[in-house]
């Protein structure tokens, strides 16, 4: 039922309301839509919707994607909100609204771990999730689909998103930046996934190879003759193959890979180079970044 509501509004022009309780994955679910290709906006006062729209669609004749994060936070204001989204058809735009809750003991606990005040900030966070349920008892029947999210971890609620809006082929590819660097210059801070290749044959000893750097054929060639480089090469192809899917599945958009060696010329580069080859040709973006080449 949720899938064929939302994907009945999955049409070149469309408005998906996120709304629902705090603490309940708003946030969390906007950046799951900005992920998938909606142009996302928070708190927005309803007033200002219809301009928003028109602002998003200039210049585009199809396929714009937008999303809104309505809540308290807002000043209730959820008749303008309804009559903005139904001004909207107006302008052949379709809207779906998707409403986040979960019990009294998750939100309890979510608020209590994270440390933050609650929108309405009585003073009692059991009495302003109370509150709020009644403030937002109407939106919530209006809403198209509703997502408990009490037993949900990040990666079930995006898997469950994406079912909704019907967006699997909308996702974008993930970003993978592969690195090279030189140890002498210091560690790299942004890295996820961090390769120490000064174990391999290193051409800086090499007179006529010195001058030249990583990105050419006789270094990489120098650098992948012998077992150890072509074992490395092969298990490091494994072993990124093995997790880029499972970091896909958790929701990671960004990954950024880097290879270090001695000065970042001739060893980090080649497998950088090596790594960014193997990838482009599956379904990520890859980017290339050298850090320490030019020293």
Known sequence: MENQVLQQGNSEKTVIVI??????????????????????????????????????????????????????????????????????????VSHRIIFLEASEKILLRRFSETRRRHPLDSGSIKE??????????????????????????????KEHLMDIIGSNTLQQPMNIVVSSFG???GLPKESDLLFDVRFLPNPHYVPELAPLTGQTKKIQSYVLDSTTSKDFKSKLFDFV?????????????????????????????????????HLKPQRFRVIIEHRDLER
Do not use: W
């Open 19 to 92: 709304t629902g309780l705090s603490g309940a994955g708003k946030s969390y679910a906007s950046s799951v839509l900005e992920d998938a290709g909606f142009y996302c906006v928070d708190n927005l006062p309803p007033d200002l919707i219809k301009q928003f729209v028109e602002l998003a669609s200039r210049g585009r004749t199809s396929n714009f994607r937008l999303s809104l994060v309505c809540d308290v936070r807002g000043g209730m204001r959820f008749n303008d909100l309804f009559k903005a989204l139904s001004n909207l058809k107006k302008q052949g």
């Open 128 to 157: 302003d999730i109370s509150k709020e349920r009644e403030l937002l008892a109407d939106i919530r029947l209006k809403s198209d689909v509703i997502i408990d999210t009490s037993t949900y971890g990040v990666s079930k609620l």
């Open 183 to 185: 140890f002498k210059y």
């Open 241 to 277: 193959d093995f997790l880029l899917p499972n970091y896909v599945k958790e929701g990671k958009t960004q990954l950024t890979v880097a290879f270090g060696c001695t000065g970042g010329r001739h060893r980090s580069v080649t497998f950088a180079e090596l790594l960014a080859r």
